[in-house]
């Protein structure tokens, strides 16, 4: 079983539809948690850190269920811009980092 | 953000060469730096964590006289692939770690560099 697993997609969004995915975890120990964007040859780029109460940024709110060992990512009124990968990152003890397969979002007009 | 950098951003080399690749901290120091490899359609995989004046600590699976590390300033460093074969093939990504200001303890990632080995 991956330490980190996410539905790969693609999910097909109507321009200014909402999309919602989740990631699952199986390090109970885990601390930290974070969604990275990351387009097409491109480095990963920080989203958001996912806090326990939720947290929400824009147009962009994530969850976490440590009881379910699961993250969640959801985009409201999609934009063509937001087509990219979503990478569910995740991190114990220490400073190392283990990403998820990654969830494409493909957002068309 | 702090600003990374990788030097090149792709190349191409025949098998059987070693390819250097740099991952530089632009606007900070790095004590760790991350290297990591990105198979197309695959996540990250976290390869090495390489400590500034120490040796790298290398994840399972992976040949640390194949993938020499080096980390020899608070600014830089590189990883080498010895005699590359086509399988080595990929994308080599690092990220440095920032241990000071509002940025505390998250990872900055570089840009990438493609390797193809012919």
């Known amino acids: 079983r991956k330490e980190v697993e996410q539905d790969p997609g693609p999910f097909n969004v109507p321009e200014g539809a909402t999309v919602a995915f989740n990631c699952t975890y199986s390090?109970?120990?885990?601390?930290?948690f974070f969604w990275y964007r990351q387009d097409c040859r491109k480095e990963p780029k920080l989203l958001m850190s996912v806090y326990s109460s939720g947290n929400e940024d824009g147009r962009f709110t994530a969850q976490l269920n440590r009881a379910s060992q699961y993250i969640s990512l959801l985009i409201r009124d999609s934009k063509l811009s937001d087509s990219a990968t979503y990478l569910c990152?995740?991190?114990?003890?220490?400073?190392?980092?283990?990403f998820g397969g990654g969830t494409r979002v493909l957002v068309k007009p | 953000g702090a600003v990374v950098s990788q030097h090149p951003s792709w190349v191409i080399c025949k098998s059987g060469t070693s390819v250097k690749i740099e991952c530089r901290s632009l606007?900070?120091?790095?004590?760790?730096m991350f290297w990591y490899r990105q198979f197309p359609k695959q996540s990250l995989m976290l390869m090495a964590t390489?400590?500034?004046?120490?040796?790298?600590?290398?994840e399972q699976g992976v040949e640390k006289d194949k993938f020499l590390i080096n980390h020899a300033s608070l600014t830089l460093s590189t990883l080498t692939v010895t005699s590359a074969h086509p399988e080595d093939s990929s994308f080599y990504i690092c990220?440095?770690?920032?241990?000071?200001?509002?940025?505390?303890?998250?990872?900055?990632f570089g840009p990438g560099t493609r390797l193809t080995v012919l």
């Open positions: 390489s400590n500034e004046g120490s040796k790298a600590t290398y």
């Open positions: 390090n109970s120990a885990s601390q930290s």
């Open positions: 606007d900070f120091q790095a004590t760790t």
């Open positions: 990152v995740v991190k114990a003890a220490g400073n190392k980092l283990t």
């Open positions: 990220s440095a770690r920032v241990v000071g200001g509002p940025s505390y303890n998250e990872q900055f």
